[in-house]
């Protein structure tokens, strides 16, 4: 290699003051110094072919893995699809159906996108967390990035906060409020100054000792959420809330149950409903009940499906209810007490009023010998709002 180098040419470069005559270079020229060139770094040249080389080899490999797995994606999803197919390149049909549920659901960049160009009026903000503690209470929310949030006490104004660049505010209350029961809303305004209010509210049991403090979220017709239990009182994340029905023996119930659930709903032992939660944890199933009568006793069981051995359901969870209709203009309606219920946010989440809770305990004297000791699994009647016990108990609730 040495002896190489040393009868190697190296290329020369001499300069001259003297004004020269340009002359043309002749073809051998030309290709005396091209050869030189590469010659003069012939390893550099070598390696420069490998490692293009390599880079193509390697393109080539995952352009065919992805190809591969690709068709071995669509054989799959047909399959689960039900349909059979032996030639897994068949995807016409499928980018065609792969297309339409593409426009019909937008990407997550547009759903993010669109939630940033939102109206603040469109974007209702919404509570995530609540506690407290000897009075003390940490609440936290949503809303527009970089906006005030409004926070109410039982309808008047308490707090204001303002929301970070990803819309979250937390909001911690230091100066120790009064033992009982408050409801806490919120809104954020618009640069006209109208009004957007959470679609849902927190009910706060506040207590000076520990471990009887209590957080639920309400409102909106949708299921109250526990988010502050007292201590050891509330693990059941499978329960039935509302029993809707009218005298025709047509029949609702709602619940929260676990995700991709089958649930099965028997009246006197005879199935009247039954669904799946999918993706959700709530419940909504409908049913009819036969020779249904006011005052009669029912009892009401659930059981949740999660599994099949050798053909056959397991029930993997059982809940057992007795209830006796109570109808006003042939409509009714019942709720089942559960770990963490108290009168006040049960009347808060039927009526919007959680002073009304005097209806209720005056509608199940028999159930309820103090309205501060009610227990999960009570079912009671709740009367509905035009209802003249309704009216007559609320007159008599305000003129004591």
Known sequence: MAEMKDNKKEPSFTYSTEKSVSKPITNNEKKSKFSDFFNFKNNQKKVAIAVIVSLLLIGLAYVLISVSTKEKSNVATLAENGIE???????????????????????LWTRIKNWFTMPASDKKPS?????????????????????????????????????DKNGEFVYIHKARLPEGNAKFSMYVTDEEGNKTFSEQDIIFSISYTQGKELAVLVGNNKPSKVLQAPANKYSSKFYLQNLDYDDDGEITFSGVAKTNAKLQIYVNNKLVASGYTKDKTEFVLSGEIDDFKEGEKYTVRVD???????????????????????????????YIVKYGDNLWNISYSK?????????????????????????????????????????????KHYKE
């Open 85 to 107: 197919t032996v030639q897994p390149v068949k995807t016409e049909k499928k980018e065609i159906e792969k297309t339409d549920e593409e426009t019909s659901k937008p990407s």
């Open 351 to 395: 009526y919007g009023k959680g002073s009304s809770y005097v209806v209720i305990f005056e509608g199940n004297k028999e159930q309820i010998t103090n309205p501060d000791l009610i227990y999960p699994n009570q079912v009671f009647s709740v009367p509905n709002k035009d209802s003249e016990m309704y009216l007559d108990t609320r007159k």
């Open 127 to 163: 509570f995530d967390i609540a506690r407290s503690k000897d009075g003390d209470l940490l609440i936290t929310g949503r809303a527009k990035a970089d906006t005030k949030v409004y926070i109410l006490k039982d309808e008047r104004d308490f707090a204001i906060e303002t929301t």
């Open 304 to 334: 949740m499906i999660m599994a099949e051995k050798d053909g056959k359901e397991i029930v993997c969870d059982r809940l057992t209810y007795k209830f006796a209709p109570s109808f006003f203009k042939g409509v009714g309606n019942s």
